[in-house]
């Protein structure tokens, strides 16, 4: 740090506040020292700074598993972010036996400065004692709660997007394909699809429930044939994969008899058979608000925030008017 002070003419102090991205730096000399820097090679010595400011720069990532598209996403998104913040990430994901107390213990361990818990995680924390872990978290996906701060996505909102896309192309009702109980997202998922058809004075079907797989949505086609079902709202993109092959094994054609909106606009979704009209969320947006958030509350002790971060129907080819419509 010396030396680079002297290549860049400033004080140890201006180059320390470069380091650690204070504002109190003006423009210019923020160049000449990154200059600096960049031309001796020098890097921060994290374990070096840990001792001096009580921080390692590195934030814990609790999941209960990352298998589902949903979850790897929010990851690469977390990941990106902290590394656009200067720090590092350490992941976790719960046992078998769901454990989030033994997962913060593990964090805790490792000296993490704060750490984000993702979507299914999230129910096991609101459970727990969360002040006893002594970390600062942001939860993504939950009720607000006071003890930590939320970030989520605007999972009824979008639902009811999806069914009021589904109603104004004729369809008399529209049938859920709903994710596992005791999930935030599928809860509220469900919640603004029955609340969109109440409100709109129209019968509420007997909800099938899925597991998240492309497995469970196609075996669920077969249930929702068999309730006449003319449209379906599916709680994310891989359910309505598998139902979109369900459906056409049952020789039944989409949209043409069976119109499919999904959740997530995955990827791959623009390239399914047919391309999938779905409710786009926003990963990259949920990953840097919660690092934001976090980062925050560790390096000026924000108070704990609600954050909620729209969606957006994207319409494709997988829904159409009604055949009574036509």
């Not at 984000?116 to 600062?136: C, F, P, Q, S």
């Not at 077969?222 to 459906?247: E, H, K, P, W, Y």
Request: aromatic share 4%; proline share 4%; charged share 20%.
């Amino acid at each position: 740090m010396a030396d680079v002070a002297a290549r860049a003419g400033v004080s140890g102090q201006t180059v320390s506040r470069v380091v650690n991205g204070s504002p109190r730096v003006d423009p210019e000399t923020r160049v000449r020292v990154e200059t600096a820097m960049a031309d001796l090679g020098y890097r921060p010595h994290r374990a070096a700074r840990a001792l001096r400011t009580g921080r390692t720069q590195t934030l814990g990532l609790v999941v209960s598993s990352l298998a589902s598209v949903g979850n790897s996403r929010m990851l690469q998104a977390v990941a990106d972010a902290a590394a656009s913040r200067g720090y590092a990430l350490t992941v976790v994901t719960l046992g078998a036996d769901g454990d989030v107390s033994a997962a913060f213990e593990r964090l805790g361990e490792q000296g993490v400065d704060g750490a984000i818990v993702l979507n299914e995680a999230t129910a096991r924390v609101r459970d727990a004692d969360v002040t006893g872990a002594g970390l600062r978290l942001v939860v993504v996906d939950s009720p607000r709660d006071d003890r930590f701060g939320v970030v989520e996505t605007d999972h009824a909102g979008g639902a009811a997007s999806a069914v009021a896309h589904l109603l104004g192309l004729g369809h008399r009702t529209v049938h859920h394909l709903a994710g596992p109980a005791g999930s935030f997202a599928a809860d509220e998922r469900e919640r603004g699809w029955r609340e969109a058809l109440a409100g709109s004075g129209l019968p509420v079907p007997d909800l099938v429930r899925g597991d998240w797989t492309s497995a469970s949505g196609r075996g669920a086609a077969s249930t929702l044939l068999a309730a006449q079902a003319t449209a379906v709202f599916a709680a994310n993109d891989q359910m309505a994969l598998g139902m979109l092959r369900g459906i056409a094994e049952a020789g039944r054609e989409i949209p043409g008899d069976v119109s499919v909106v999904g959740f997530d606009d995955v990827a791959d979704a623009a390239d399914y058979r047919p391309p999938l009209t779905t409710v786009h969320q926003d990963f990259d947006a949920l990953g840097a608000r919660a690092v934001a958030a976090l980062v925050d509350a560790i390096e000026t002790g924000a108070p704990t925030s609600f954050e909620t971060v729209p969606t957006r129907l994207v319409v494709r080819d997988s829904t159409g008017p009604a055949s009574s419509a036509r």
